[in-house]
């Protein structure tokens, strides 16, 4: 079965870090980007970044996210991190990784999703 599995949320405070698991199982994430979304409470899925484990490098990082996020990945592990840093209180959301269609990121990325990972939230106290 092809999924992936999102982790490492948890209560943070503000201006703390957290780094964000997304294990991929049933294909590897050399051969299909991963891209990383949140939603918060009342508003609609925000596409934060994309990951190419073939390039080994993300792209299209949300102007939300700039300076304050790096992602990378253990190809071993299957697995892609998602590392946040500077956190703040409006960063509360539930967190969930997707696969991507394509091995590279492509501009629109966050319209080229198949499997949805199951969310992990993260909450960033004032």
């Known amino acids: 079965d092809v999924q992936l599995q999102a982790s490492g949320g948890g209560l943070v405070q503000a201006g703390g870090s957290l780094r964000l698991s997304c294990v991929a199982s049933?294909?590897?994430?050399?051969?299909?980007?991963i891209g990383w979304f949140r939603q918060a409470p009342g508003k609609e899925h925000e596409a934060l970044l994309c990951?190419?484990?073939?390039?080994?490098?993300?792209?299209y990082v949300a102007d939300s996210m700039k300076g304050r996020v790096t992602v990378s990945s253990d190809n071993a592990k299957n697995t892609v991190y998602l590392q946040m840093d500077s956190l703040k209180p409006e960063d509360t959301a539930v967190y969930s990784c997707r696969r991507i269609l394509t091995t590279g990121c492509p501009v629109n990325y966050y319209y080229n999703t198949d499997v949805w990972g199951e969310g992990t939230l993260v909450t960033v106290s004032s």
């Open positions: 049933g294909f590897s994430v050399e051969d299909y980007a």
């Open positions: 990951f190419s484990g073939r390039d080994g490098r993300g792209d």
